[in-house]
């Protein structure tokens, strides 16, 4: 590399490290102003509310970006910070920031890991993976599995942890099978994204969308599982599709692989009883956060797996990444949110199915889907059909992760995964199948939240 080139590839650090030290310098000075200037309250005001937009957004562009230049942090560091600025430059009170947090929907996340771990660790979902890998006999075939497999779980036990548990193995299956993996890892992460929308537990917004609407677990499955269900249909036939060479022509026959596994038939079945027994919870009522967290610390009790094990597999970042967001986002209504604010985006019509299916879809790709939920909720809270806005919202944020290979976390844990072990998926790779499923399966549920 030239020193010119090294010179080029500095400036973005230095950019990175410099905004981060405007924040932090307007930050203080909205903590100190009502000492500097006790005698002009609305100066202070106004300080106070540009400290609180400076943060959000430059919050907001670092969670959208996954990084800094210039810096080692990631997405939970950066939500971490930002709350941190909030309550250090006086814009939310400390007491204020601990209820910002919205603990039904970390003690959810939280319990679902915990699940999710325990399936893990017994050797099911390298069941799942043999099984499937046994009985298709056509490369179609395994392709409508992966995506059966990983739409109808993700519905259930959250995307981000299926695509972590399922990768490897559909990496390993089509590699034994002399298959080319790429189509599979695509069936993988955009079923899992299609597949969660069904339910509250699908996905992060949309356990945090139930906490919001308080909508049953059995009403938001009859609403969207429908659209999930045609999705994942949409989702295998247009892989099939755009990737003919491999579904088509000579060689289709595909020889069953024997999978290496480790299998501890014990803790598959405690661990699948215990996911019966919270699906029935689900439907029967019972609030979701209460029943998976029972359910999970059930899950602990039990001889055969170390604790440890279990802790290991839970992703803490994205707990602590989720408790910043809350606050970030409450500061920012507390500073910012005027009716005069309120009334100019009521004039979008978002009570119009189309319009927020279209804002929701759209933010979700500018900030991710999680953020997005988080700014569209003191929109959508006044809106005159409460129930009807809220499900557009998870619908749009859910299905607007296909966008591009950036869309979701379930898309990048996929990425990264085959990555780590040689395969590389491209953003054209991604895009040409995931603009078109993105466009087509948002039709279909406006359409059908809309009859």
């Known amino acids: 590399m030239t020193d010119a080139a090294r010179e080029r590839g500095r400036w973005p650090g230095i950019a990175g490290i410099v905004l981060v030290l405007l924040v932090m310098a307007i930050s203080l000075a909205a903590a100190v102003a009502p000492a500097l200037l006790p005698d002009k309250p609305k100066l202070d005001e106004d300080i106070r509310e540009s400290a609180a937009l400076t943060i959000f957004v430059a919050s907001y562009l ?24 909030m309550v250090a430059s006086g814009v939310l009170p400390l007491a204020a920031a601990y209820k910002a947090i919205d603990l039904d929907t970390i003690t959810l ?35 409508c599995a992966v995506t ?16 972590l548990m399922l990768a490897p193995l559909v990496l390993e299956m089509t590699s034994r099978m002399g298959r080319k993996p790429t189509p599979y890892l695509l069936a993988l992460a955009m079923a899992s994204n299609v597949g969660s929308t069904a339910t509250i537990t699908g996905n992060p917004q949309n356990i945090m969308i139930g906490g919001v609407s308080h909508l049953s ?62 699906v029935v919870l689900f439907f029967a009522g019972q609030p979701p956060a209460k029943a998976v967290i029972v359910i999970g610390g059930l899950l602990l009790l039990t001889g055969r797996v ?13 707990l602590l990444m989720f408790a910043g967001l809350f606050i970030i986002v409450a500061g920012a209504q507390h500073a910012l949110l005027t009716p005069e604010t309120i009334a100019r985006v009521a004039q979008l019509h ?59 976390v ?7 995964t085959a990555a780590a072990r040689g395969v590389t998926i491209g953003f054209w790779d991604y895009f040409r199948a995931g603009a078109p499923l ?3 399966t948002l039709v279909i549920g406006t359409i059908w939240l809309a009859l």
């Open 217 to 278: 677990y059995a009403a938001f499955a009859e609403a969207l599982g429908p659209v999930a269900l045609a999705g994942l249909a949409v989702t295998a036939g247009l892989i099939a599709l755009l990737h003919r060479g491999e579904f088509t022509g000579t060689g289709q026959m595909v020889a069953a692989p024997r999978l290496k596994i480790q299998v501890n038939r014990a803790l598959i079945a405690r661990a699948l009883v215990a996911t019966a027994a919270l």
């Open 62 to 85: 670092a969670l959208a970006a996954g990084k800094i230049p210039g810096l080692r942090i990631d997405r939970a560091g950066v939500a971490l910070a930002g709350a941190g600025l």
């Open 350 to 408: 978002l009570e119009r199915i189309p319009v927020l299916s279209l804002v929701t879809a759209v933010l979700s790709n500018m900030v991710s889907n999680v953020p997005a939920v988080l700014m569209l909720k003191p929109f959508v809270q006044p809106l005159p059909d409460h129930a009807t806005a809220w499900l557009t919202v998870a619908m749009a944020s859910t299905l607007a992760g296909n966008f591009t290979i950036l869309g979701s």
């Open 306 to 318: 170390k604790s440890k094990r279990i802790y290991a597999e839970i992703d803490w970042s994205l």
């Open 148 to 163: 059966a497999i990983s739409g109808i779980f993700s519905a259930f036990l959250v995307n981000d942890a299926i695509c």
């Open 109 to 143: 996340l939280l319990g679902m890991m915990i699940i999710v771990a325990n399936l893990r660790l017994s050797g099911f979902f390298a069941v799942m993976t043999a099984w499937a890998a046994r009985h298709a006999r056509t490369p179609l075939i395994l392709l």
């Open 410 to 416: 379930a898309n990048l844990i996929v990425a990264q």
């Open 438 to 440: 993105t466009a087509i």
